[in-house]
Nanobody, 124 residues
Framework: VQLQGLGEGLVQAGGSLRLSCAVS????????MGWFRQAPGKEREFVVA????????SYADSVKGRFTISRSNANNMIYLQMNNLKAEDTAVYYC??????????????????WGQGTLVTVSS
């Protein structure tokens, strides 16, 4: 499985950005897919995931109500729509795939394939 993240950008606080993740090697509706992020000097943290079945996990409290995950089976991609961005959202965002369909979808160790990371910078 290969993942390619798209949508890197610099936005002002309050703005919006959509990240995309192109999946190859497996159909996106056969794997769990997650979005994670890592801010400078911090550990990688879970943002949200969409299971192979299409069900979506709870969002991280810090992004709830502002971020939305979606999936396109036809394009074999997942997306992360980010609205009302804040300076603290600045991070490298990673998409990840779990071919084993682990129940622990919020844990980084559950994912065995990772995208290269997409830098999102929010200026205040």
């Amino acid at each position: 499985v290969q993942l390619q993240g798209l949508g890197e950008g610099l936005v002002q606080a309050g703005g919006s950005l959509r990240l995309s993740c192109a999946v190859s090697g497996r159909a996106v509706n056969t794997v769990n897919m997650g979005w994670f992020r890592q801010a400078p000097g911090k550990e990688r943290e879970f943002v949200v995931a969409i299971r192979w079945s299409g069900s979506i996990t709870s969002y991280a409290d810090s992004v709830k109500g502002r971020f939305t995950i979606s999936r396109s089976n036809a394009n074999n991609m997942i997306y992360l729509q980010m609205n009302n961005l804040k300076a603290e959202d600045t991070a490298v965002y990673y998409c990840a795939a779990d071919g084993t369909r682990s129940v622990a979808v919020t844990l980084t160790r559950s994912y065995n394939f990772w995208g290269q990371g997409t830098l999102v910078t929010v200026s205040s």
